[in-house]
């Protein structure tokens, strides 16, 4: 049954633009992005179709909304941890701290995999600004904690750290998930190579980076 009320304070509006949020999650947890549509959001959230498009103008627009409360999410987590940190990490201890807040948002992580090639591809300039102002700033935010606690990182490499992080998950989470036809095809004799698992692979580029960067 839809939801008649419409939305008419701030308060109710945001309301209901979280409601939206967690319906387009949801549906996104069950299946791909290409198979979430609209109106299966619409419906999941008990809204009439049109009442969606006044909120999200594109289902890009409306994913990459999911993807920036995701964001804000993991930030918060991955601060409060390194937050929690008296002494220097090691290199492995902050891998696996950014592995293991990783592995639990695995929705997050796909739509990572989809942002530039996908997500930013049907949206208008106010709301990639809003995107980037907001990944931007959420990245200068946990630098300085990353700084503080990685020794031999030089001053003012944090934000490059997150950025090269991101670029490697990006790129990662995309080998690790093959079209069906290309998994299948990876069973070949020989081509193992190219399966690849998410988090040893991330924990092999980020060790190879991070000494790297501690060495110079």
């Not at 179709?49 to 964001?71: D, R």
């Not at 991955?78 to 696996?96: E, K, P, Y």
């Amino acid at each position: 049954m839809k939801k008649q009320t419409r939305a008419m304070n701030p308060e109710q509006k945001q309301e209901r633009q979280q409601e939206i949020l967690s319906a387009a999650l949801a549906l996104f947890e069950e299946t791909d992005f290409e198979a979430v549509s609209m109106a299966g959001v619409a419906k999941k959230a008990e809204l009439a179709k049109g009442t969606l498009y006044l909120y999200f103008a594109t289902k890009e627009a409306l994913f990459l909304a999911v993807l920036t409360q995701a964001f804000q999410e993991w930030f918060a987590g991955l601060d409060a941890g390194l937050a929690q940190v008296s002494a220097a990490l090691s290199v492995d201890d902050f891998i696996r701290m950014v592995c293991e807040s990783l592995q639990a948002r695995t929705s997050f992580v796909r739509l990572v995999g989809i942002v530039h090639s996908v997500l930013e591809r049907n949206i208008d300039y106010d709301t990639a600004v809003a995107f980037k102002q907001m990944l931007g700033e959420k990245m200068a935010a946990t630098a300085g904690r990353i700084e503080a606690v990685l020794p031999g990182v030089p001053a003012g490499q944090g934000q490059r750290i997150l950025l090269h992080l991101y670029a490697f998950l990006i790129g990662l989470q995309n080998l690790s998930a093959p079209a069906p036809v290309v998994a299948r095809v990876l069973n070949e004799p020989g081509l193992a190579v190219f399966r690849v698992d998410l988090m040893d692979e991330l924990s092999v580029v980020l060790r190879a980076y991070l000494q790297g960067l501690q060495s110079t």
